[in-house]
């Protein structure tokens, strides 16, 4: 049972991994394009572009990841400068246990995602600037960008890096479409 607290820990681990030093200044929101909506509780919201607005939770849900067990109930946390949500699987052991945080970056872009010491990977998710990152043991951050000075973060914490990654690209599949669009 101990073990289970492991994921939550890892999972607030990597949002403080993911962290630099703030840069000075003030973030500049980006317009966006009215939102496709298909239903209210799978939209961010779009305010403008103001990032401060966007609800973590309206990005991912339990159901968005069905297809990797049963996952409890959202927590939800300011961490690391980020306003985080954290959904865990329920698991009967320590290597079945996953843990999949979105967090909201209102003030650090893309440039301030810290390597971990695998370096990190520069690349698109649906046509918008990411970073992916991998954060051993059995971590990863996949960061895609809202505006130069802020970011959206997926962190997955699990039993394998690789693994992590592989579920990392997956979920900013399910967020990307739902954050405002530059």
């Known amino acids: 049972m101990k073990k289970l607290y492991v994921v939550p820990l890892a999972a607030a681990a990597l949002v403080l991994a993911a962290c630099s030093s703030e840069k000075p200044g003030s973030a500049s929101p980006a317009p966006s394009a009215p939102p496709a909506q298909s239903s209210a509780s799978s939209a961010a919201p779009t305010s403008g572009g103001d990032t401060a607005s966007i609800d973590p939770c309206s990005l991912v849900s339990a159901t968005d990841l069905a297809s990797y067990g049963t996952f409890k109930p959202p927590t939800t946390d300011n961490a690391g400068g980020a306003r985080l949500c954290t959904l865990s699987k329920e698991a009967a052991t320590a290597a079945e246990a996953l843990s999949i945080g979105v967090g909201v970056r209102d003030t650090q872009g893309l440039d301030s995602v810290s390597d971990a010491g695998n370096g990190k990977t520069s690349g698109n998710v649906n046509g918008r600037k990411a970073v992916l990152a ?47 669009k530059g």
Do not use: F, N, Q, Y
């Open 134 to 180: 991998p954060r051993p043991p059995g971590g990863c951050l996949m960061a895609l960008e809202l505006t130069a000075s802020a970011r959206v973060d997926v962190l997955i914490a699990g039993d394998d890096t690789e693994k992590a990654c592989g579920i990392a690209e997956k979920v900013a599949d399910i967020v990307e479409p739902k954050l405002p």
